[in-house]
């Protein structure tokens, strides 16, 4: 079974800019989540995605956006970089809606924006 | 809103030894997941070992065992018979168990384990 898959593993972007990130989780998952982590912040919750709905939000400014596709990839969006968004994006994938976790909520190994 | 501490920002063990790593949370709910996840310098975020709130008896996996004391709000990590590939940022993190997958990390405690 293929894990959950980041494109692309690294990106270096001028301020100003804006990026698109990919996550492809892992088959049969409908849910993904993103995470920023930074030396100085630590790991922070951007948003999750479910069958195609945001359903859950962390504290970022609204240049940071996602989507959910029908197949349930999911592509995160940051416009207007500036040289504090430079982190590793980290990406989710669970097949849990609600209630009991039975199974695996599995990461990807990342996405390492630079921003200069 | 939940909250996650590791008091610990940096541990060594020699091989073979026996390391804990320290975690405690804060939270209104009664229903939840506890997890702690290994990130070598691959950055692969993987988990080690989770434990679910209801459940008194402590998870292990292997050579890792936790020690939750839900009262006390308190989750550790029990490494036993450490490995040099056991080298890597360790966190501990939350989740609400009807709130969609959302974790709430740790800052991490980053383990050496020494020849």
């Known amino acids: 079974k293929a894990g959950v898959t980041q494109t692309p593993r690294y990106l270096i972007k001028t301020r100003g800019q804006q990026v698109t990130l990919s996550c492809s989780p892992i088959?049969?998952?409908?849910?993904v989540s993103w995470y920023q982590q930074t030396p100085g912040q630590g790991l922070q919750f951007l948003f999750e995605?479910?069958?195609?709905?945001?359903?859950n939000k962390g504290n970022f400014p609204g240049r940071f956006s996602g989507r959910q596709f029908s197949n349930s990839r999911s592509e995160m969006n940051v416009s207007t970089l500036e040289l504090g968004d430079s982190a590793l994006y980290l990406c989710?994938?669970?097949?849990?809606?609600?209630?009991?976790?039975?199974?695996?909520?599995?990461f990807g190994s990342g996405t390492r924006l630079t921003v200069v | 809103a939940q909250t996650v501490t590791q008091s610990q920002p940096e541990m060594s063990v020699q091989e073979a030894e026996t390391v804990t790593l320290s975690c405690t949370y804060d939270?209104?709910?009664?229903?939840?997941?506890l997890f702690w996840y290994k990130q070598p310098p691959s950055r692969q975020m993987i988990l080690v070992i989770r434990?679910?709130?209801?459940?008194?008896q402590n998870a292990t996996e292997n050579r890792f065992s936790v020690n939750f004391q839900k009262a006390a709000k308190s989750f550790s990590l029990k490494i036993s018979d450490s490995q040099l590939g056991d080298t890597a940022m360790y966190f501990c993190?939350?989740?609400?168990?009807?709130?969609?997958?959302?974790?709430?990390f740790g800052g991490g405690t980053r383990l050496m384990v020494k020849p």
């Open positions: 434990q679910e709130a209801y459940k008194q």
């Open positions: 993190a939350f989740m609400m168990n009807n709130a969609g997958n959302m974790l709430t």
């Open positions: 088959s049969g998952h409908r849910s």
């Open positions: 989710a994938s669970s097949n849990r809606d609600r209630g009991r976790l039975s199974h695996g909520y599995t």
């Open positions: 939270t209104s709910e009664s229903n939840y997941y």
């Open positions: 995605y479910f069958s195609e709905t945001q359903r």
